[in-house]
Antibody
């Protein structure tokens, strides 16, 4: 059974930093692209970042470029999101998601339970 | 950037009756490889999203056959043939042809 378990969320002041983690199990982690998707309170879903299987390709939504860094450790079956220079508008539940990214199948097929990040003074 | 527009945003339905959600993209979702990467997700209250449909009309494993997806180009539809109580939640379309963008969501509730 595929499982994705996020951790690291919490309350942080504007301008602060936070590092999210996602531990994966139930599948061969190194075979998949991985992603972070967020959901502001009471709002819809927004893709944040993707990282390729080997960690050498990374993509970000424009609003987080230069502030967030996605990374992975395949030996630990773990995905990370380093968030710097946080803004109030970054407040959201952050989901770790497995990304299908092959011809014929493109989309997030498994999601974690999410971790809440609150940016407030 | 591709904009995904869903309608309606709120959908009260009677148990056992059909329901239909529309999703329109600001440009064609046909990829250069010939595929159309349009997915549908269900988010039940207090839960994470769950994918129901991929590539317009393909149901994910374990998804009841009362859910069906259709459409092409820029216009897509998710249909629930007979709504059950467990179908309450918010439904999102998402395109994966040009990066990844979601619709605003459609809240399905029981009348």
């Amino acid at each position: 059974e595929v499982q994705l378990v996020e951790s690291g969320g919490g309350l942080v002041q504007p301008g602060g930093s936070l590092r999210l983690s996602c531990e994966a199990s139930g599948f061969i982690f190194s075979n998949y692209w991985m992603s972070w998707v967020r959901q502001a309170p009471g709002k819809g879903l927004e893709w944040v970042a993707n990282v390729k299987q080997d960690g050498n390709e990374k993509y970000y939504v424009d609003s987080v470029k230069g502030r967030f860094t996605i990374s992975r450790d395949n030996a630990k079956n773990s995905l990370y999101l380093q968030m710097n220079s946080l803004r109030v508008e970054d407040t959201a539940v952050y989901y770790c998601a497995r990304l299908e990214y092959i011809t014929g199948r493109r989309g997030f097929d498994y999601w974690g339970q999410g971790t809440l990040v609150t940016v407030s003074s | 950037d591709i904009v995904m527009t869903q309608s309606p945003l709120s959908l009260p339905v009677t148990l056992g009756q059909p329901a239909s959600i529309s999703c329109r993209s600001s440009q064609s979702l046909v990829h250069s490889d010939g595929n159309t990467y349009l997915n549908w997700y269900q988010q039940r209250p207090g839960q994470s999203p769950r994918r129901l449909i991929y590539k317009v009309s393909n149901r994910d494993s374990g998804v009841p056959d009362r859910f069906s997806g259709s459409g092409s180009g820029t216009d897509f539809t998710l249909k629930i043939s007979r709504v059950e109580a467990e179908d309450v939640g918010v439904y999102y379309c998402m395109q994966g042809t040009y990066w990844w963008t979601f619709g605003q969501g459609t809240k399905v509730e029981i009348k």
